[in-house]
């Protein structure tokens, strides 16, 4: 059996704190945009970059690789659970949701 090729990658995670879905920058930060997430491409460098996310229990809990594909707008999810995950709480009254009907 061949082994599968390495789809591209976003490095996820919840905040410690706050619990929401964060994903890691580029420049090792976190951000709660999954368009603002580094699409990593090299199955090695999401490795080691998968075990730096880890050591960060001080600020993530729940860290793992998610695939992803380019979009017009930075990572988008290839898998219904991450869609889920990145709008946010499945009611209205909170979260990223509520914030999102305040600007409307």
Do not use: C
Request: aromatic share 6%.
């Amino acid at each position: 059996m061949m082994p599968r090729n390495f789809t591209p990658k976003v490095i996820t995670a919840n905040a410690l704190i706050e619990g929401d879905v964060v994903y890691l920058t580029a420049d090792d930060s976190w951000t709660r945009q999954l368009s603002q997430a580094d699409l990593i491409t090299d199955e090695a460098d999401a490795q080691l970059r998968l075990l730096q996310a880890e050591a960060q229990s001080d600020l993530v809990v729940g860290v793992y690789l998610s695939d992803a594909i380019p979009g017009p707008d930075g990572p988008e999810p290839t898998h219904f659970r991450e869609e889920f995950r990145r709008t946010g709480p499945s009611n209205y009254n909170h979260g990223k949701q509520a914030e999102a009907l305040s600007r409307a």
